[in-house]
């Protein structure tokens, strides 16, 4: 059968993705560059019977986003820089009453209103601790627009099967750039919808923080009634300040995430058998990083590249057993540095450089190249 | 008036009992009206959403046997308005004290009325943030203390009835604790409207804002109440200087028939797709 093929935009593939995913409800607040999801959105959820609003602010359209979700809606946020800084606080909300949402951030430079049409990845340890209080937090970084696409449906599913918000991280590059994508068949992709739970409502308690399964949220409205709130709460819902309840449930916050990483890591490997550089690259950078090692490969210098495509949770596994054969470790980043903190961490005694470019323009195979052979010599 | 026993059992989580409202809080007078008022229009429990901010009155969600949702300071309105777009055959309520809807909440208090959703929002007006110890709120009335004006306040409270009405919301009233009766009654009517409704709620705090005004007990607080209160007809006839320090209570405004959010919402889908 002939491919569904089309031209997209970056940030047109996470709306059509959405679509794909079963979004019921958008609810944003305009803001470069991440606008165009929420353009797209106005016009193809309506015309399938489901809810875009544009809020009065950010905090808003996240708040509406949660409701919606409470009453089980599949729903979706977008922003950028200054927005997602006012969204931490229902992140946080959402995290601590477990409510499924997918939040998209198309990174621009920061901080402040900073460079609002350049590109930047400077949110990704905002992505992880910009909320306060511990909490752990999936989020994706993918590096194409094709791969915007089908990480938009794996958010989705992602949020409702861990009751958790999802946070997609783009940047300004791959969120306005035109590539390739190939639609999916529904048949080819897995959907994980709103389920009611398993048990009538006068046995159904909202948390459950010690059998190690997800409960499903019920949606509201359908018989399931209990109380959402986001103090620190026991299984049924309802405030404690018990100090089992509390550890209980920051435990099962953490728990319920990284006990299932497997299911939740994504990643991509190339060149990295032989290699004796290793570069560690997410994102728009990741594709000068692709460049650039067949270059170094060329001028007979072996390179490879380790992408992580979930970022959160970190994939410390990997890069530590990555480390224990690869003594020299990049990491081209358009920030100041954040990612190679989380590398140094797991690195086994390998060196760990940074390649860090934040002027507004990506970073250039050439650059990345010469860091290649600058680090070469060492 | 109340002819037979309410039982409120019907409507409370005992299990969440003993409340954290203080000893003579006016908060619990309008709780049972809230209730009595829920029973009066027949709504099942299962289809009643109440959101609520944060501070003493946004508590009020965790003891009453609906969908409820203790939301972020201020954002009530918000997750009130995803839910009820998203279900509109819900009822959805939304409990605010007057720095939670006013300060922290003030943008979208403005753009849910502007909009007209069908949400009925409730405010506990005490004058006070009494959570957090009694600190100025944005109707706190000229010239009375708090723990952070000491010297008394120098800025002007908003009128929660006429914010509302200027900002689009189709049925305004004010009731007081005091006046629990008359409380129940605009509940029922602000319940019935469609469109977006305020019921602003003067309440008492003598610990945090009594205490430090003169009306160190809930009796003198409910005194001012009953004192202070003018019924809208009343004052139609009073000079603005007999109406200075006191409030106007009453169904302020009422406009039946104005395009609601949610309705033109799906009338607008129905047309996409009649196309």
Redesign the interface.
């Given at each position: 059968m002939a491919k569904n093929i089309k031209l997209m935009q970056g940030n047109e593939a996470i709306a059509e993705g959405a679509v794909i995913a079963g979004c019921d409800f958008f609810a944003g607040y305009p803001i470069t560059p991440s606008s165009e999801v929420a353009e797209i959105l106005s016009s193809k959820l309506p015309k399938i019977g489901k809810v875009f609003l544009q809020m009065e602010d950010e905090i808003a359209a996240l708040g509406a986003v949660l409701g919606a979700a409470l009453g089980g809606a599949k729903a979706l946020t977008a922003t950028s820089g200054p927005g997602m800084s006012l969204k931490q606080e229902h992140i946080g909300y959402a995290s601590m009453c477990e409510i499924p949402c997918v939040i998209i951030n198309v990174m621009r430079g920061g901080p402040s209103t900073g460079l609002p049409t350049l590109p930047a990845q400077g949110d990704v340890m905002q992505a992880k601790w910009g909320t306060h209080g511990d909490h752990a937090i999936i989020a994706i970084t993918p590096s194409s627009v094709n791969e915007s696409l089908y990480e938009t449906i794996r958010a989705f599913n992602l949020a409702v099967k861990y009751r958790t918000p999802v946070l997609i991280l783009t940047d300004e590059i791959i969120g306005h750039m035109r590539e390739k994508v190939v639609i999916p068949d529904k048949s080819d992709i897995e959907i994980i919808d709103v389920k009611l739970p398993g048990v009538p409502p006068e046995k159904y308690n909202p948390y459950n923080y010690t059998s190690g399964e997800v409960t499903p949220l019920a949606p509201m409205g359908e018989g399931y009634r209990y109380h959402v709130t986001g103090l620190i709460h026991g299984e049924t819902g309802f405030p404690s300040q018990k100090t089992d309840v509390i550890q209980n449930a920051q435990n099962w916050l953490m728990d319920k995430i990284y006990k299932n990483i497997k299911d939740i890591e994504k990643f991509e490997e190339f060149q990295t058998e032989d290699a004796d550089i290793l570069l560690v690259a997410y994102g728009s950078t990741s594709r000068s990083s692709r460049q650039a090692i067949m270059m170094a490969r060329s001028a007979g210098i072996k390179a490879g590249m380790f992408r992580p495509i979930t970022i959160w949770p970190f994939p410390d596994e990997q890069i530590s057993a990555l480390s224990k054969k690869i003594k020299k470790i990049l990491v081209p980043e358009m920030n100041m540095g954040q990612v190679i903190f989380e590398v140094q961490r797991n690195a086994c005694g390998s060196s760990v450089y940074g390649l860090n470019v934040v002027n507004g323009e990506p970073i250039t195979p050439d650059q990345i190249y010469e860091k290649i052979k600058e680090i070469s010599k060492i | 008036m109340i002819k037979t026993k309410f039982d409120y059992n019907k409507y409370l989580?005992k299990?969440?009992l003993p409340h954290i409202w203080c000893p003579g809080c006016g908060d619990g007078i309008i709780l049972k009206s809230l209730l009595r008022a829920i029973d009066k229009c027949g709504y099942s429990?299962?289809?009643v959403?109440i959101?609520s901010g944060i501070g003493c009155a946004s508590r009020l969600?965790?003891y009453v046997?609906?969908?409820?949702?203790?939301?972020?300071h201020g954002?009530a309105?918000?997750?009130?308005?995803?839910?009820?777009?998203?279900?509109p055959?819900?009822k959805v309520i939304t409990i605010s004290g007057d720095g939670d809807a006013l300060a922290i909440g003030g943008?979208?208090f403005i753009?849910a009325a502007r909009r007209n959703i069908d949400i009925t929002l409730i405010v506990f007006n005490n004058y006070t943030y009494g959570m957090t110890g009694g600190q100025c709120s944005p109707t706190q009335p000229v010239g009375s203390l708090s723990t952070t004006t000491p010297f008394g306040s120098i800025e002007p409270p908003f009128d929660v009835c006429n914010l509302a009405q200027a900002a689009g919301a189709t049925w305004v009233g004010r009731s007081t604790s005091y006046h629990a009766v008359q409380l129940e009654k605009f509940m029922v009517d602000a319940l019935n409207h469609t469109g977006f409704s305020v019921l602003d709620v003067i309440t008492n705090c003598h610990i945090s804002y009594g205490r430090r005004n003169k009306m160190k007990s809930p009796v003198e607080m409910i005194k001012y109440q009953k004192e202070k209160a003018v019924p809208a007809r009343s004052a139609e006839n009073m000079t603005p200087e007999d109406l200075a320090g006191r409030f106007k209570t009453g169904i302020l405004f009422e406009k039946a028939g104005s395009p609601e959010f949610c309705t033109e919402?799906y009338k607008?889908?129905e047309s996409?797709?009649t196309k």
């Open positions: - | 989580r299990n969440t429990k299962d289809d959403v959101t969600p965790g046997d609906f969908n409820t949702i203790h939301t972020t954002r309105l918000t997750f009130a308005i995803g839910i009820k777009m998203f279900k055959r819900l943008n979208h753009h919402y607008k889908l996409i797709k």
